[in-house]
């Protein structure tokens, strides 16, 4: 009877065991959906600027070298890497010292990086890989824009508010707000309307997958932006980091253009008035001109410019230039005239 119950214990044993999952232990309950959208969207992001051959297939064991991490941040600065690394990286400490490399260069860079090592990213911890990456993108891409004044998500916010204006449609996030697609849809119309004419019938009509499905697809073919997202990835709740990477490639893609029905391009994107700056010149005053009036003329000579393609010999000033007590007496009597009879008269003997 024991014999018996006992055999049946460890058989119902031996059958539950195999429905275990374990779960990486950096990784917790309920973290799997952002994290998933997260690597999605960074691994994209990054190949959207690695050279051919150098893509990421896999974000948690890809930049285990440093190589892609280099070749990352060399295309984002438009500079080679400035230190000598192991470009065949097949030792543990070879690996070490290529990220060392890279979060020095980073520090150099004033680029923030905390509570991560190099040890965490040749390991695969996947949230401190996802954190590097939004550093890397917070840093080189969020931190570049400045819209009147505002910089960084809150400028973005402010840029995509001033094209949304002529719909009375406004955001105030990047999860929620941004869920139906009618946002998407609204920045395509407003970088290009005859994409989306009539966008805003086109937003109530369609379904939330159909409006992102559409400004993917249109921000893809027609600007060069990759997909970053797909459209479920935008059911419940939304990450904010991956769709603020997703919306500021597009402002960094598309803050040149001009959209129709908006005022005038200025750097900080489309539909921006650039302030009217005055420069102010110093006006001459009779003392200046009386002054220069004295004084010999020296020979001009033609100006040289920046886009000069040859040498040109600029000949010497003249080393013996008379020189007139009579006008620096003049000219030291505009100037101190308390002085002018220690100049013009002679010392007594």
């Avoid at 590097?132 to 400045?146: E, F, P, S």
């Avoid at 539909?271 to 001459?284: K, N, S, V």
Wanted: with cysteine; proline share 7%; aromatic share 10%.
């Amino acid at each position: 009877m024991l014999g018996t119950s006992w055999s049946c214990f460890c058989c119902s044993m031996s059958f539950q065991a195999p429905q275990m999952q374990r779960r990486p232990s950096n990784i917790q309950a309920g973290d799997e959906l952002w994290i998933d959208v997260q690597k999605k969207a960074f691994t994209r992001w990054a190949n959207s600027f690695l050279p051919a051959g150098k893509g990421i297939d896999d974000l948690y064991t890809d930049l285990s070298d440093g190589l892609v991490l280099i070749a990352l941040l060399e295309a984002l600065t438009e500079a080679p890497f400035p230190s000598k690394f192991t470009k065949e990286p097949r030792l543990r400490i070879h690996k070490l010292e290529n990220l060392n490399m890279v979060f020095g260069f980073l520090a150099k860079g004033n680029v923030m990086v905390t509570n991560i090592g190099s040890s965490d990213i040749l390991d695969g911890n996947n949230k401190l890989i996802l954190g590097l990456m939004w550093t890397i993108i917070k840093h080189y891409q969020v931190g570049d824009i400045a819209v009147d004044g505002v910089s960084g998500k809150e400028g973005l916010l402010l840029w995509c508010n001033r094209l949304f204006e002529p719909f009375h449609f406004r955001v105030s996030n990047f999860t929620n707000n941004w869920s139906n697609g009618a946002a998407f849809c609204y920045l395509v119309h407003a970088l290009n309307a005859e994409l989306l004419p009539d966008v805003v019938a086109f937003t109530e009509q369609s379904s939330p997958v159909e409006n992102l499905a559409t400004a993917f697809g249109l921000l893809e073919k027609h600007f060069q932006i990759p997909a970053l997202l797909n459209p479920e990835d935008l059911r419940g709740n939304v990450d904010e980091k991956s769709v603020l990477t997703y919306v500021s490639m597009v402002y960094q893609e598309c803050s040149g253009n001009v959209a129709p029905g908006l005022a005038t391009t200025s750097a900080a994107g489309p539909g921006f008035r650039a302030p009217i700056t005055r420069i102010l010149e110093d006006e001459p005053t009779e003392l200046w001109c009386a002054v220069q009036a004295t004084l010999p003329k020296a020979p001009t000579w033609a100006p040289l410019t920046r886009t000069t393609t040859r040498r040109v010999q600029v000949p010497p000033l003249p080393c013996t230039t008379p020189v007139s007590f009579t006008a620096l007496g003049s000219v030291v009597a505009l100037l101190y005239p308390h002085a002018t009879n220690f100049f013009i008269k002679p010392r007594s003997q």
